[in-house]
């Protein structure tokens, strides 16, 4: 039974509905999810002590299944809707253990199969899985006419393909009459050397002659054969196909009815029980190979039409985890049955009501948004759905290796069109949980507002994710324009329209280091000194690295005498903002009655000098390096002075009263 387009139609009517459902509810999904197969394969060991069953998740290619000691045998079983089929058994050391000259040690169909373990010795188990069709949960197994291709000889190297036609045709029973003592070798999918005797046969046009007769078991409608040996090899082959049809059927409650008649193979999944077979009988052994079935198949031999199957329906409960097995919260599953009916499940893990049916398509809501949409072909008592959601963690280094802590980490999935944002942590590691993986994203990373990386690439692994961000070591020398260090400038990097994103104050040796900086060809550095700009320019961090800038500064050095020429210590001298307040600096005069200022901005100062004697002030301008001397009287002379000043204004105006009395009596004689 074929059902890729069945299951492709069912898939967009499952999204549709699973939207209208979602957007009732008012919220949006922005994504739909590949649909994907879920399926199981049952593994059945059994001991002396019990049976241990245990399914294992099918994936093409070589599966390894670890034996425990004591067992006895190995049953495996796929569901018959599964879209997997087995291939072949084979020992760890890659012995094909259906095709040994020395004796079967167990069969495979593409459905299930068996390996006898007693005197094995195994303790590992491969089993090859490939893609494959599906088949009906109740099939009619038969075998068609047999047919004789005749003699076929077979030189060393070469080979021959033998085939079977016709839709019913599931794989051929194929006996080979060799000539000789050497067996070919036989590829196709599932085959099983069943026997292997030696008789004597009448061959057409040969005669009589002792021969070997092998008999192969093969589910496949072709087979290569391929001489392996030194010497021809001769061999007279005949061809039985086998048939596999699907026997119609109906369900009635906990009744499957039956419209078949011969000899049956049912295959229910795990959930269902045949408890009572009416109008027919139960064998536990393989219909082509005689050989023990697992526990989960059955074949009937009906006796009397319709044949009824009494069954109990177990439920299945479906869970949803991340990519790491863990349980996931905030889920909803929405179950879609192959008859268009749906049931959607807020619980994780959700229990579903199985109706025998061959598969259901589940999807699955993460925060509203459409992340899994599968197939699910097997019905264990728990499937484990494992979404492609994991935990992100984005590991931030700066140019030079180092971790970087408190940057901030914007997440955008294309997926969802969701922005999420984390900040990293001392070690420069950001964590984004319930991230969707094989999505595209894009990553972009802000120090201090400033973006210092960005990638856009697709998330298909949980591992730490490291970008390397634009960010590192930045020292700043400041110097004049005589290349003498600037002790004590405040340095600002800043971007116009971002703000300041490093500030500190130059040593004794004109540095000034930043540990972490943004690298941005837009940054701009302002230096001040004594409060007053200095600087303001473009300075490209292109790098990590030392820049040197150079500033206007100047020296000027200030020499207080008194009034007799000597010099005067300890004297306070302040440099000020000519026509405000604004202090640049301050400082007192040695021995020799010098106070220096290292590095003055161009401009015109304000010089206060305060002397326990005395005080001055003059205004200077600095537009180069400059020498000033000051003199300061004592307070006495200065006292003397004043009295002196005040004496003669006062002999000013008694002189200046005189004349004009003098002049008042001259006119008044007249």
């Known amino acids: 039974m074929r059902l890729a387009s069945e299951r492709s139609m069912r898939y967009w009517l499952a999204a549709i509905v699973a939207l209208a459902v979602i957007l009732t509810q008012g919220r949006a999904v922005a994504a739909s999810a590949p649909l994907t197969d879920l399926a199981y394969m049952r593994v059945d060991i059994v001991l002396n002590s019990g049976t241990i069953t245990r399914h294992v998740r099918l994936e093409e290619g070589t599966l390894a299944l670890n034996v425990p000691p004591g067992a006895k045998c190995v049953f495996l079983t796929l569901d018959q809707a599964s879209p997997y ?57 038969s075998l068609g006419r047999g047919a004789c291709l005749g003699e076929v000889v077979l030189q060393p190297g070469e080979s021959k393909v033998v085939a079977v036609e016709g839709k019913a045709a599931a794989g051929m029973v194929l006996r080979l009459a ?38 192969y078991v093969i589910y496949s409608r072709e087979a290569r054969l391929v001489n392996v040996g030194d010497s021809s090899l001769v061999a007279v082959i005949n061809v039985t196909p086998i048939l596999l049809s699907e026997a119609r059927y109906r369900v009635e409650g906990s009744s499957v009815i039956v419209s078949a008649s011969g000899t049956l193979l049912v295959n229910f999944p795990d959930s269902v029980t045949v408890a009572v077979v009416e109008g027919g009988a139960l064998t536990r052994s393989d219909p082509i190979m005689g050989m023990p079935l697992p526990p989960r198949v059955v074949a009937v031999k009906v006796e009397r039409p319709p044949l009824v199957l009494r069954v109990e329906l177990a439920p299945v409960a479906v869970r949803a985890v991340n990519a790491e097995g863990r349980e996931l919260s905030d889920v909803a599953l929405m179950v879609v049955w192959p008859d268009n009916s749906s049931s959607l499940a807020r619980s994780n893990p959700a229990v579903i009501d199985y109706r025998l049916m061959p598969y259901v398509l589940v999807n699955v809501f993460a ?25 992100l963690r984005v590991r931030l280094v700066d140019s030079e290796g180092r971790p970087l802590p408190q940057a901030r980490v914007s997440l955008f999935s294309y997926a969802t069109y969701r922005l999420v944002e984390a900040v990293s942590d001392a070690s420069g590691m950001a964590t984004f949980e319930r991230v969707l993986l094989d999505c595209n994203y894009t990553i972009r990373v802000t120090l201090l507002g400033v973006e210092v990386a960005r990638r856009t690439l697709r998330l298909n692994d949980r591992a730490t994710l490291t970008v390397e961000c634009r960010v590192g070591s930045v020292t700043i020398v400041v110097c004049d324009e005589r290349g003498r260090r600037v002790r004590g400038a405040h340095v600002e990097l800043y971007i116009s329209g971002t703000g300041v994103i490093a500030e500190g104050t130059t040593d004794d040796a004109g540095t000034v280091k930043f540990p972490s900086v943004p690298l941005s060809e837009e ?12 600087l303001d320019a473009p300075l490209p961090l292109t790098k990590p690295g030392k820049y040197s800038v150079t500033v206007s500064t100047f020296r000027l050095v200030v020499r207080v005498r008194d009034a007799l020429g000597a010099p005067v210590r300890n004297a306070t001298v302040r440099l000020l903002v000519n026509g405000s307040d604004v202090e640049v600096g301050a400082s007192s005069t040695d021995d020799s009655g010098t106070a220096a200022f290292l590095h003055v901005p161009r401009g015109t100062y304000l010089l206060v000098v305060e002397a326990p004697g005395g005080a001055c002030r003059r205004v ?42 003098r002049r008042c009596d001259i006119v008044v004689i007249e």
């Open 523 to 534: 940054c701009r550095l302002r230096a001040s000194v004594g409060g007053l700009t200095v």
């Open 620 to 661: 200077v301008t600095v537009f180069r390096d400059t020498y000033v001397e000051l003199t300061v009287c004592p307070e006495l002379m200065r006292l003397g002075a004043a009295l002196a000043a005040l004496l003669a204004a006062a002999l000013s105006i008694a002189l200046a009263l005189r004349v004009k009395k």
């Open 178 to 215: 060799l000539l000789v003592g050497e067996l070919p070798r036989v590829s196709a999918r599932a085959v099983n050397l069943v026997s292997l005797r030696r008789a004597s046969l009448v061959i057409p046009s040969v005669g009589e002659r002792d021969v070997v007769v092998a008999e």
């Open 85 to 141: 089929v087995l291939l072949g058994l084979e020992a760890p050391e890659g012995a094909d253990l259906t095709q040994r000259p020395e004796g079967s040690a167990g069969y495979v169909t593409p459905k299930y199969a068996f390996v006898n373990l007693t005197g094995a010795g195994l303790t590992r188990l491969l089993v090859r899985v490939a893609r494959g069709e599906s088949e009906p949960f109740i099939a009619k197994l």
């Open 367 to 391: 925060s509203g948004v459409l992340t899994s949409s599968v197939n699910l072909t097997s019905f264990p008592s728990v499937a484990i759905i494992r979404l492609r959601i994991a935990r």
